[in-house]
């Protein structure tokens, strides 16, 4: 699965982004209705596709939020929000200017492809198996080009440093790749649309339905814990997380109870506020319940 949908964005990667644009991670959101936020611990632009039967479901973006106002004032700001159909085209923008979705009707999917902070601690081997499913990682050099894709936002703030501080900012956007904070790139056509849906239907077609072991006395299908532990443990990251499911039926020693995500989890971890339970520091890795989306999430 992760080398069709990788596969999905190198066939469809517009021209001029091919060496400008790189991924080391995807989200990908089914029925859900992101409010407002900025997103943490993104390098660089993301490139996100909405797909299904749906209606509305725009993505409300804000291109020239610079942080300088709060998300409370900023959606205050006449004609600062843009709402652009990602069901009908491919958006690139940046993940950590303010952002949500709006109310749909329908089944609607959202990938979304970024970068995430700090990547170039991952092991080795784990970047080589990224590569290895279509992963477009990055080399810590890339990273100043990756900052130029873009043109810095310009903000909806008035206040002091007028006309020097404004020359500054549009100097910064003159080297930028593309003169805006976001571009839009719509699919040409019915035709278009019936060409992707094809092409997966001819992928999968040739791919048999996986088959999940059941595991535990009810014979409720669940994931084996079987991972492997980080041998250089150098800190644990949200980003590094995956779906385990509704249920923790094995290894529950490794569960970290008493925070609502991984995020707080990976915070507490991090800063000190608990101590590593040994179990989790010999394993490498925790298990952790989401409140929001009501399962569990493994976390190295």
């Not at 993301?46 to 797909?51: E, L, N, P, T, V």
């Not at 081997?125 to 100043?144: H, M, N, W, Y």
């Amino acid at each position: 699965f992760n080398k069709l949908v990788c596969r999905w964005l190198t066939d469809n990667l517009p021209e001029e982004l091919k060496d400008r644009f790189w991924f080391t991670s995807i989200n990908i959101n089914k029925n859900y209705a992101a409010r407002i936020h900025r997103d943490r611990n993104n390098v660089g632009p993301s490139i996100i596709k909405a797909f299904g039967d749906f209606k509305e479901g725009q993505l409300s973006y804000f291109p020239e939020d610079d942080k300088g106002l709060d998300l409370d004032s900023l959606v205050k700001v006449p004609d600062a929000r843009l709402k652009l159909d990602i069901g009908a085209g491919t958006l690139l923008f940046d993940g950590s200017r303010a952002h949500e979705v709006e109310s749909f009707k329908g089944e609607r999917f959202s990938v979304v492809y970024f970068t995430c902070a700090r990547f170039w601690k991952a092991p080795s081997d784990l970047k080589s198996q990224l590569l290895e499913f279509g992963f477009r990682v990055p080399t810590q050099a890339a990273l100043p080009n990756m900052a130029k894709v873009l043109r810095p936002p310009q903000g909806y703030r008035k206040g002091p440093g007028g006309k020097s501080a404004a020359l500054k900012k549009a100097a910064r956007g003159s080297m930028s790749l593309i003169k805006a904070g976001y571009k839009f790139w719509p699919l040409s056509s019915d035709k278009e649309k019936q060409r992707l849906e094809q092409q997966a239907i001819k992928y999968w077609a040739k791919k048999p339905p996986r088959q999940v072991k059941e595991e535990n006395e009810n014979k409720t299908k669940v994931l084996s814990l079987g991972i492997r532990a980080k041998a250089h443990h150098d800190g644990w990251h949200p980003n590094l997380s995956f779906l385990l499911g509704p249920e923790l039926t094995v290894r529950k020693n490794l569960e970290l109870k008493g925070y609502a995500n991984v995020v707080d989890a990976a915070a507490a971890l991090n800063g000190g506020e608990v101590a590593v339970p040994k179990a989790i520091a010999k394993a490498g890795y925790c298990v952790t319940f989401s409140n929001r989306t009501k399962a569990y999430y493994v976390m190295y």
